[in-house]
């Protein structure tokens, strides 16, 4: 008896449909400064957002490559900093995206004038990288700094889904 509710409670369960990829011509993406929620004490950032405006679920890469850009369009030397204890590197699964769903990321740097040598450039837009190929780009602003020459350290969890 156990066994046949058992059966029906499986046959019963709805069936997870693999879901693909992310498009970029269907994702939308969106900084927040959440009124100046990231500003403060030397160090700046922004609440980095990804929707999916498909008709259907895609997975987007829990901890995609993200790229900032100054007003001319050059990549700015940064590097993601590695959250302590997470080392070589935490494993992270892909984000599920249903349509209309959003995933978020809070994304923090060093905006002051804090180093020695201290070199300071503006950000413009920034752009989400998976792997070789540019997923999805959009207009950001701040100010990042970083040692002399090397690039700057920006903090950045996992996404996770938000709406």
Same mark, same amino acid.
């Given at each position: 008896?156990?066994?046949?509710?058992?059966?029906?409670?499986?046959?019963?369960?709805?069936?997870?449909?693999? %879901?693909?990829?992310?498009?970029?011509?269907?994702?939308?993406?969106?900084?927040?400064?959440?009124?100046?929620?990231?500003?403060?004490?030397?160090?700046?950032?922004?609440?980095?957002?990804?929707?999916?405006?498909?008709?259907?679920?895609?997975?987007?890469?829990?901890?995609?490559?993200?790229?900032?850009?100054?007003?001319?369009?050059?990549?700015?030397?940064?590097?993601?900093?590695?959250?302590?204890?997470?080392?070589?590197?935490?494993?992270?699964?892909?984000?599920?995206? %249903?349509?209309?769903?959003?995933?978020?990321?809070?994304?923090?740097?060093?905006?002051?004038?804090?180093?020695?040598?201290?070199?300071?450039?503006?950000?413009?837009?920034?752009?989400?990288?998976?792997?070789?190929?540019?997923?999805?780009?959009?207009?950001?602003?701040?100010?990042?700094?970083?040692?002399?020459?090397?690039?700057?350290?920006?903090?950045?969890?996992?996404?996770?889904?938000?709406?």
């Amino acid at each position: 008896m156990l066994a046949l509710l058992a059966m029906t409670a499986l046959a019963a369960a709805p069936a997870t449909v693999p %879901a693909s990829p992310c498009r970029a011509e269907t994702l939308a993406l969106r900084t927040d400064g959440e009124n100046g929620n990231f500003d403060g004490m030397s160090h700046g950032g922004t609440r980095l957002i990804v929707r999916n405006t498909g008709s259907s679920d895609c997975l987007l890469p829990g901890l995609p490559t993200v790229i900032f850009l100054d007003a001319d369009g050059k990549t700015l030397a940064t590097e993601r900093k590695a959250p302590a204890g997470m080392h070589p590197g935490p494993v992270v699964l892909p984000v599920r995206l %249903a349509p209309g769903a959003e995933a978020s990321t809070p994304l923090r740097w060093v905006s002051g004038e804090v180093y020695d040598d201290s070199r300071c450039v503006s950000i413009a837009r920034v752009r989400v990288r998976y792997g070789a190929k540019a997923l999805v780009e959009g207009p950001a602003s701040g100010r990042i700094c970083a040692p002399g020459d090397a690039p700057a350290a920006v903090e950045q969890p996992p996404l996770s889904l938000t709406k």
